[in-house]
């Protein structure tokens, strides 16, 4: 049920535009085809608005609508609904200006041309449409290329721009707002419910955080020769509410990385008096992590995610991580040691790339069990290769019992998920995040 309210929400909000759209240009359709193009026209200019405001609800770190469905999902649902969106900004322009220059006799190219240079009030609307489709593709290209997040960040600031610049063309132009002040106002409700979801979300939150709870880097540990573990301290920790398995996206304000805000994972289930976080060279930045000064304040905007111990129904629990990805499961781990049967299957490339292994061995022995595979390390005389289908069915004979938790590389994770699929694990027992953007 709590899942079925935001698409019932989500149903009526879209219903409504398409109602008094088709209440104020539904006898459109009967003015030939070029009153089909404008009425068309119309309709498309609306849905792309609707959703473009909906990217901002999918990625505006809404906290009632993450804990439903989870950053991951909804981050997907935002990349689907981009595509979407740009599809509604092609077809708009294009059936209105068909339909003018239909109803004036005049060509495509000569319509546009007017549309631009002599109603000097719709230049501000190709304006927000190049941003648009520009700020689209950018993003995309942006995620296909595996660019930093920062450009990524600032294609989205953007498109704010670009929303603000549609919305006043809709409210000046739009047939339908002029002949309907109730659709005129409920367009307006619209935008401040979105625009006041995302303001207090995705910027109010977190800097009231930074404000209360004063984050600082405390000390940082080196784990081994490719992992750093960097602890954050600051003031009442004990009242920031946070679950085992989330994620933060962290800005470390000093000079050298500031500029830069990074997704990672708690490696320690909350305690109250510290965070930590363990973090992988893996290119640039994170290489780099070591090297930020001790007492840095930290900004810090989350928590995210719910790959937390919530979602958990049943007694015993599978744990499958891959490399780093073990940090999340880690304090997974620790919360639920000595609360359930637990079985850890943790996939490496060499021994010496396992990190926390002193602290596995201080935990509780009854009730967890922990099997390392290697993939590439001559000298282990354990499981080698990959956490695979024979694997699983060998060391978790009763894997189709238990609830599952997976983290690690995208690539083993796609792989994994369609081994468990095959045994017959139930897909609303099996809990994973990408925890990226």
Not at 43 to 61: D, K, M, S
Not at 418 to 425: F, S, W
């Amino acid at each position: 049920m709590k899942k079925s309210f935001p698409f019932l929400l989500l149903g009526i909000a879209v219903l409504i535009p398409i109602f008094f759209w088709y209440k104020e240009s539904g006898e459109m359709f009967s003015n030939g085809i070029y009153g089909i193009s404008l009425a068309i026209g119309r309709l498309t200019g609306l849905l792309a608005t609707f959703c473009a405001l909906l990217q901002l609800v999918l990625i505006g770190r809404v906290k009632w609508v993450e804990s439903l469905f989870g950053f991951d999902r909804l981050s997907r649902l935002h990349h689907w609904n981009g595509i979407l969106t740009f599809f509604f900004l092609i077809l708009h322009p294009f059936f209105v200006t068909t339909a003018y220059g239909g109803f004036g006799g005049v060509s495509f190219l000569t319509q546009t041309n007017d549309f631009i240079f002599r109603w000097s009030e719709m230049m501000q609307t190709y304006i927000a449409l190049i941003l648009f489709i520009g700020l689209i593709i950018l993003s995309l290209t942006i995620v296909k290329k595996k660019l930093k997040y920062e450009w990524w960040y600032f294609t989205h600031l953007g498109m704010y721009l670009a929303i603000v610049l549609a919305f006043g063309h809709q409210i000046d132009k739009g047939g339908d707002f002029q002949n309907s002040a109730l659709f005129a106002g409920y367009w307006y409700v619209l935008y401040l419910f979105v625009f006041g979801n995302l303001l207090y979300y995705r910027f109010f939150i977190p800097i009231f955080h930074f404000w209360k709870f004063r984050f600082f880097v405390d000390h940082i540990v080196r784990e081994n020769d490719s992992c750093t573990s960097l602890y954050i301290g600051g003031s009442r920790l004990d009242e920031f509410r946070i679950a085992p398995g989330q994620f933060f996206i962290f800005r470390f304000l000093s000079p050298k990385f500031f500029l830069e805000a990074h997704p990672y994972s708690l490696s320690i289930a909350p305690n109250g008096s510290m965070l930590r976080i363990t973090v992988k060279n893996l290119g640039d930045f994170s290489g780099r992590i070591s090297e930020v000064p001790l007492h840095t304040s930290v900004f810090i905007d989350g928590p995210h995610g719910i790959f937390t111990p919530e979602v958990c129904r049943k007694e015993k629990i599978l744990f499958l991580a891959g490399g780093i990805g073990i940090t999340p499961i880690r304090s997974l781990i620790e919360y639920f040691v000595g609360k359930k049967d637990m079985v850890l299957l943790w996939g490496n490339n060499k021994k010496e790339n396992i990190v926390f292994d002193n602290e596995f061995e201080s935990f509780p022995k009854n009730g967890l069990r922990i099997f390392h595979v290697l993939s590439n390390d001559s000298t282990w005389n354990g499981e080698c290769g990959f956490v695979d289908k024979e694997k699983i069915l060998r060391l978790v004979p009763d894997v189709r019992e238990r609830e599952v938790y997976l983290c690690g590389p995208l690539p083993m994770m796609r792989n994994t998920l369609k081994i468990l699929r095959e045994i017959g694990v139930s897909n609303e027992y099996i809990h994973y995040e990408r925890f990226s953007l």
